[in-house]
């Protein structure tokens, strides 16, 4: 099993930047591609962002150019710097993580097996 922990959110001015973490514990060393997404209230979940083990990434159009997504696998860690936030970026941001280690990609939550808890995210106008 793998456990994963965001933290990082917080409420900032439209404008701001912010860096979520997820820290993985447990099963690390099976760790897969992992990923970001996010829920508005009332909304789907939907995604943000994902990278392989060998640091390949792929963001969604929405916050393409203003979010990096990267990791570490030493600390078994992914990141998520967030610049030029808006309100509409306000949402639960949740981290997973798949269970196989793999170079590709993935976009949708049902391809994901682990999931963190979430962090609030809130972006003032």
Known sequence: QVQLVESGGGLVQAGGSLRLSCAASGRTFSIGTMGWFRQAPEKEREFVATIAVNGRTYLSDSVKGRF??????????????????????????????????????????????????????????
């Open 68 to 125: 990096t997504i990267s990791r570490d696998n030493a600390k078994s860690t992914m990141y998520l710097q967030m610049n030029n936030l808006k309100p509409e970026d306000t949402a639960v941001y949740y981290c997973a993580s798949r269970r196989f280690r793999e170079s590709i990609v993935y976009t949708q939550s049902q391809e994901y097996d682990y999931w963190g808890q979430g962090t609030q995210v809130t972006v003032s106008s």
